[in-house]
């Protein structure tokens, strides 16, 4: 049977109609996002190859490698070694321009070692390990790397030894911070006595950073002892997962206020001496 051509014509009219019709109601291509700067993300880790080549080194020459262990640390979370030196380069990154090198979160722990949750690197292992991470640093086109230390004890000499073999090596500039340290008077001046592992000082950093890695209910005065005098005495493992630089201070107070004031003068005071040193390194034509 033969269609009749209007019957044709209609029906191709149709078609047309209804696809006009699908069209319009298709939303419309949404453009693609802008590039973003990989600048304003700051953490390696979280930009590609090619954002990487795009600002190291023509945008960024400074990177700040956070370093710390798993021990315990009075009522505070075992990764407090690795929280706040963590949550300085956050903070501290676009005042020094720098990018953040994922942390290194296990080290040598040492007397702490046999409470739970606590990991010991040996240093045999530690040290060529570091070391190959701060070439890999250098190699990748960074001039300025600041270990930003969150461990004491024998970690400490070894990452001093070891940035300075890589500086001498691979010619570059490097510089290690251990915070509570470097900041002892920030803690007398806003606390009003000295400070402690896992003491007032420590824990007052983290709880600015998380509160809730913080557990005043677990707390009682009786877990902290003051470190001995040089040649005092020694046990293993120490006593106490809270060591206080001084008998009867810094007992942890958990004072918001006050965590959230040392939070901020640590961190200005960083990063003041990041810039210093940095600044140093260029006059002196380093």
Not at 90 to 115: K, W
Not at 147 to 172: D, F, K, M, Y
Not at 181 to 189: H, P, S
Not at 264 to 269: P, W
């Amino acid at each position: 049977m033969r269609v009749p051509l209007s019957v044709v014509l209609l029906a191709l009219c149709a078609l047309a109609a209804h696809g006009d019709a699908a069209a319009q109601a298709r939303p419309a291509a949404t453009p693609p996002p802008p590039p973003r700067d990989p600048v304003a993300v700051r953490e390696m880790e979280r930009i590609n190859w090619m954002e990487f080549r795009e600002v190291v080194p023509a945008k960024v020459r400074t990177v700040l490698l956070p370093t710390g262990t798993l021990e315990p640390h009075g009522v505070v979370n075992n990764g407090a070694d690795i929280t706040a030196p963590l949550a300085m380069a956050r903070q501290i990154a676009p005042r020094v321009n720098a990018m953040i090198a994922p942390a290194l979160p296990y080290g040598i722990t040492g007397s702490l070692e046999a409470y739970p949750g606590a990991f010991q690197i040996t240093e045999s292992a530690y040290r060529p390990f570091v070391k190959q991470i701060l070439e890999g640093l250098a190699k990748n086109g960074f001039r300025n790397i600041i270990i930003l230390n969150g461990h004491g004890g024998p970690q400490t000499a070894v990452l001093n030894a070891v940035a300075a073999e890589v500086s001498a090596e691979r010619r570059v500039r490097t510089l290690v911070i251990n915070w509570w340290t470097f900041a002892a008077d920030i803690t007398k001046e806003v606390f009003g006595e000295d400070g402690g592992h896992a003491g007032w000082n420590e824990t007052a950093y983290v709880q600015a950073v998380d509160p809730t890695l913080v557990h005043p209910g677990r707390y009682r005065d009786e877990l902290a002892t003051a470190y001995p005098a040089p040649g005092a005495w020694s046990a293993a493992p120490f006593p106490s997962s809270i060591g206080l630089y001084q008998p009867g201070q810094g007992y942890p107070k958990f004072d918001q206020q006050k965590a959230d004031e040392y939070f901020r003068k640590v961190n200005d005071k960083v990063a003041n001496f990041v810039n210093e040193v940095v600044r140093k390194w260029d006059l002196a034509g380093l």
